[in-house]
């Protein structure tokens, strides 16, 4: 089993900054792409940001030069630095790991929780 751990989400005024934290753990052969996702309130989840393993990053046009992705490989941690945040921002974000449990096992997209931003004054 692979399980996703997220933290660092709260609340924040617009203008602020947070940083997302997912740590994945388990039986972890290795990861693909690694990113997240956000649900606003009444929206379909979206993408915000994903990395692969190698490759260039991709993010929604929305958080372009305000968001930043990065991952730590060895600690299986993908990372989301939100900077400049608006009252926009505000939904539950999610990590999503694509990871291997075995040599011979194909990629599988694992989930986190869920981690609640709030942007307002």
């Known amino acids: 089993q692979v399980h996703l751990v997220e933290s660092g989400g709260g609340l924040v005024q617009p203008g602020g900054s947070l940083r997302l934290s997912c740590a994945a753990s388990?039986?972890?052969?290795?990861?693909?792409?690694m990113g997240w996702y956000r649900r606003a309130p009444g929206k379909e989840r979206e993408l915000v940001a994903t990395m692969p393993r190698s490759g260039s990053t991709n993010y929604a046009d929305s958080v372009k030069g305000r968001f930043t992705v990065s991952r730590d490989n060895a600690k299986n941690t993908v990372y989301l630095q939100m900077n400049s945040l608006k009252p926009e921002d505000t939904a539950v974000y999610y990590c999503?790991?694509?990871?291997?449990?075995?040599?011979?096992?194909?990629?599988?997209?694992?989930w986190g929780q869920g981690t609640q931003v709030t942007v307002s004054s």
């Open positions: 388990g039986s972890i052969f290795s990861t693909g792409a």
């Open positions: 999503n790991v694509w990871a291997r449990q075995g040599v011979w096992e194909t990629l599988k997209a694992y």
